[in-house]
């Protein structure tokens, strides 16, 4: 019985190889814990190979890498077209329709996805500076991942999303009320259906990941949660410093944190890459919030 | 820091993420390049300029009209100011080498500078490789040419009749006698939007692809 599990993708591994065949985090090093409870992903390294059914995917460069599959006969992957960096002519590809087109649209999400089968390769790249992570996901295992960052998937992943429900809105009357949405207003939700698949993802700049024990709480920048475990609860918390010393007539909201609250148990895994909430207005109304005024 | 030689003068190349080419010229070397990637230059190293041929259609076509010189003794440092990585392409007597446009760092003075109209309106309207590419040549003697790609750049050799689909925006050189032409995919990509374009490369010869492109599609 294979005893070893590799320790970022939680997945019995292969500790004679190089780097896990499953996720491709390197086998031969200490696991890295900052004081405060976070490990660092390690980048996948430079032509590391990871395994899935019959097929390879072996990610290639550092700086913007790019995910190059040679997929057997059997296996299928599906992705967004405009990741899709080169392909091998006798390789297959066809659409794959998603649920929700009007929405998806509105949200700036894609409508529709490509489906590449074996045999042949496919190569696939975010065209953003920043890593790739690979999830293997059990059978039944679900994964809630922040949008625009899924790069691809294996064909036996259902890939559904819904409202992150994380929102607030600003505005002084009506007609000038607008709403935001801090952690993008929907969720990619990936599910292995029937059997273990292979989820990628592409992390702007380094990715850190941390578990939370059952009510255990932390405070995210929002736009910063890479996925977490669907079991984690995610909801607003607004945070006031008590005192505004000369800036206390100021119209800015500027001072004020805006996070997103998680609440365990699950795994949750932050980018080092995000995009502050805008905060030059007073909030009107908001999801529900947990308020801490100092 | 990565050190190597050309003719009598020598190239450093420092930095990962945004790297610098830092050229140290000998008096009979010089070097050309476009002049907005010059980072800096000793004070003593002559600056002069190489017009460039097809100049209005060229204009027109985003390219350079006036393409700079820099003259040795003296040291000299180019950056092409995005992430990405240097390609180093040392060329023997008689090659050629068709480059993306705006992806050229510098070219060392034995090297012809032209460039070719990109053939066809399926290639121009869809490729989105631009109007132009340049192209290097040499004759008698080598040179060397550096170029910056986006992200990570990968090296592809086809053989004869061998043929590989990119994304047109990730396209960064090719030997001449590799052929290209966009080949329009049987995908829908939207609602609205039929088919997408690839570019069909039929070697042999030597492509080069960087993972950060320009995404043709998504600039409408």
Redesign the interface.
Known sequence: MNAYVCRYCRQPSNPSDPTCPLCGAPVDIRSEVSDSGWIEQPPIRDMARLEFGQSRCQI???????AEFALAPEDMIYFS??T??????QTR???KPLRG?WNR?MAGLP??M?EGRGPGHI?L?D???GEVIALPLQHGQQMWVHEHRFLCATGNVRYDWDSTGIWYETGQDQKDREIHYPMGQFGDIFTAADRPGLLLLHSPGNTFIRDLRPGESLLVQPSALLYCDVSVQVHLHLEYPRNMGFLFWSPRWSYRNIWARLIGPGRVAVQSVYQPPEDMEIIQNSSYATIQRW | MTEFRFSASTCQVEGELVPVAEISLSPQDAVYFEHHVLLWKDESAPLSSMKTPGGMKRTLGGMPHIVSIANGPGRVAFSRDAPGELVVLPLHPGMELDVREHAFLLASHSIEYSYVRIKGLANLLHGGSGMFMDRFVTAQYPGLLLLHGNGNVLERTLRPGEKILVEPGGFLYKDSTVQMQAVQMPLRTGLMRHGMYLAEMTGPGRVGIQSMYVHHAAEE
């Open positions: 290639t460069g550092t700086t913007v890498p790019v077209h405009h899709l960096l080169w392909a091998d002519p590809l066809g659409n087109a649209t409508l529709i490509v190569a790249s065209n953003h500076a």
